[in-house]
């Protein structure tokens, strides 16, 4: 064996070899995570017996191998190893941005970047490895810290369910078309940004001064009759000081990809207070990337690709959804998880699921929480008030 192998990538193979979980994780990053060629072949010869379906063990990949490892098992380097694996991802990229290019826009080239670098990002939180009591004492860490406010509407009920959503969370927020999903959406958004939490609306739906439009009705009480005949009334010019002081920005989606409202919201980062709190106006219209699959299968991944962003960044992301026809050919039009337009798989990746039901006349509505991961579900009886397009306690 060459005596420049170096002994936490040896490690870490004989650990790979000992525990079939770890092996999981180690073949699931890849053999770049490793810089030794014997590594790299070594990787590629676990790989080869696991696709065989032979039993791993030590004794078997050094038989392979041809010779032994010299180092006992040990995960502590695979965090290290990961860490400088994105350090060299880091210096490829630097070297790819300072090169060159003729007629390639600059926003085309930072959201190649920050879609390169989430995706490097990705796979080093993904190969995290806890210990159980470490991952244990994180739990209680944030057991003792107690709910912290990264959510607000205005609706006390609603609020107190919220209270339980933070960061790493993705909750989904659907309903069928003109049922309020934009308003309540918007609503909490601008609620939050009061809290002094920093909030992201991406508009991928409707223009931004539709949503600023709205935003004053919510915020006044008014009607966008009103709005129009009381343009120089002093509550209005105090509202838009109000929206103007908060921490939240509305920024025009359309036609996004998740990759292209990451470069977004971190482009917001930089110029202004963090956007804990992203919302997304509405999964189903944001753009898909690669190849054209299934309608199921886009959709899917979309949320995956958020669920990855709110993990990877720690932030809270609220995604309105579209529900399917499914829910108006029932005697009860009370959405359930089922309703969910174009994947069955979005209950599943959500930490929780919400709908807005509307009584088809008059102002009674409900927020039906059908998934929630951090605490209980139930319906919460609203006010659904339209000439100011929000909702409120009743």
């Not at 979309?302 to 995604?319: F, G």
């Not at 088809?360 to 039906?368: F, I, N, S, V, Y």
Request: net charge negative.
């Amino acid at each position: 064996m060459p005596s420049t192998w170096p002994q936490a990538e040896q490690a870490t193979l004989a650990a790979a070899a000992y525990d079939p979980g770890f092996c999981a994780t180690v073949l699931d990053a890849g053999a770049e995570v490793f810089t030794h060629p014997d590594s790299q072949r070594a990787w590629h010869v676990l790989q080869q017996l696991v696709s065989a379906g032979h039993v791993i063990d030590q004794a078997a990949l050094e038989a392979a191998l041809g010779h032994s490892l010299n180092a006992a098992p040990s995960t502590d380097y695979w965090p290290i190893l990961l860490e400088q694996r994105l350090q060299r991802q880091l210096q490829l990229l630097g070297r790819w941005l300072t090169k060159p290019r003729d007629h390639v826009s600059p926003t085309a080239i930072a959201a190649r970047a920050m879609q390169s670098l989430n995706q490097a990002l990705n796979a080093t939180q993904r190969g995290a490895v806890l210990s159980g009591a470490e991952a244990a004492q994180a739990g209680l860490e944030a057991l003792a810290a107690g709910p912290s406010c990264w959510l607000a509407s205005g609706i006390p009920l609603w609020d107190a369910v919220a209270a339980r959503w933070g960061p790493d969370d993705l909750v989904l927020l659907a309903a069928r078309p003109s049922q309020g999903k934009t308003a309540l959406g918007l609503q909490m958004a601008w609620h939050t940004a009061r809290s002094g939490r920093g909030v992201a609306f991406c508009s991928v739906e409707m223009a931004p001064a539709a949503i600023g439009t709205r935003a004053l009705c919510q915020r006044t009480g008014w009607s966008e009759e009103e709005l129009s005949a009381r343009l120089l009334d002093p509550q209005l010019e105090q509202a838009l000081q109000d929206l103007s002081r908060w921490p939240w920005r509305v920024m025009d989606a359309n036609g996004s990809s998740v990759a292209d409202l990451q470069a977004a919201v971190a482009r917001a980062d930089l110029t202004g207070p963090r956007c804990d709190v992203v919302v997304v106006d509405y999964l189903q219209i944001v753009h898909p990337t690669g190849r054209p699959v299934s309608r199921e299968q886009e959709v899917t991944h979309i949320a995956e690709e958020l669920k990855r962003w709110a993990r990877r960044d720690h932030r809270l992301i609220v995604a309105l959804a579209q529900l399917s026809r499914k829910v108006e050919e029932r005697v009860d039009h009370r959405p359930v998880l089922s309703d969910l337009r174009e994947s069955g798989a979005l209950e599943q990746i959500a930490d929780a699921v919400a709908f807005i039901y509307r009584e088809p006349e008059g102002e009674m509505a409900e927020l039906l929480l059908a998934k929630n991961r951090n605490g209980p579900t139930g319906s919460i009886p609203v006010m659904w008030q339209g000439a100011t397009v929000r909702f409120a306690s009743r």
